[in-house]
């Protein structure tokens, strides 16, 4: 599976961005596909996740009740709207996809095996 991010660029805060991720390949719909971010000196955090089925949706802490992940399998894409952004929200953003990943597992890096190559949101105050 390859994956292409896109959609982030500098917006004000309270603003909105919707970020889409395309994923090549017939195993789309066998993977996990999961958000991401990445702040300057930080670790890398997990936003927003859903299961193959799209039937489970996990939201970090920071971005619950701002951001909603949804996938397309008929474009073999997944979205993050993205609203009420803050400064704070400002990172690298970067889609993940794995084949193996449950419940227990889905806010970890390590639990991925495909990462696309990150798009940047910026969020000025």
């Known amino acids: 599976v390859q994956l292409q991010a896109s959609g982030g660029g500098l917006v004000q805060a309270g603003g909105s961005l919707r970020l889409s991720c395309a994923a090549s390949?017939?195993?789309?719909?066998?993977?996990?596909m999961s958000w991401f971010r990445q702040a300057p000196g930080k670790e890398r955090e997990f936003v927003a996740g859903?299961?193959?089925?799209?039937?489970?949706?996990f939201y970090g802490d920071s971005v619950k009740g701002r951001f909603t992940i949804s996938r397309d399998s008929a474009k073999n894409s997944v979205y993050l709207q993205m609203n009420s952004l803050k400064p704070e929200d400002t990172a690298v953003y970067f889609c993940?996809?794995?084949?193996?990943?449950?419940?227990?597992?889905?806010?970890?890096?390590?639990?991925?095996?495909?990462w696309g190559q990150g798009t940047q949101v910026t969020v000025s105050s």
């Open positions: 859903t299961r193959r089925s799209g039937s489970g949706i």
């Open positions: 390949g017939r195993t789309f719909r066998d993977n996990a």
């Open positions: 993940a996809a794995g084949v193996t990943v449950i419940s227990s597992t889905v806010r970890l890096e390590s639990a991925y095996n495909y």
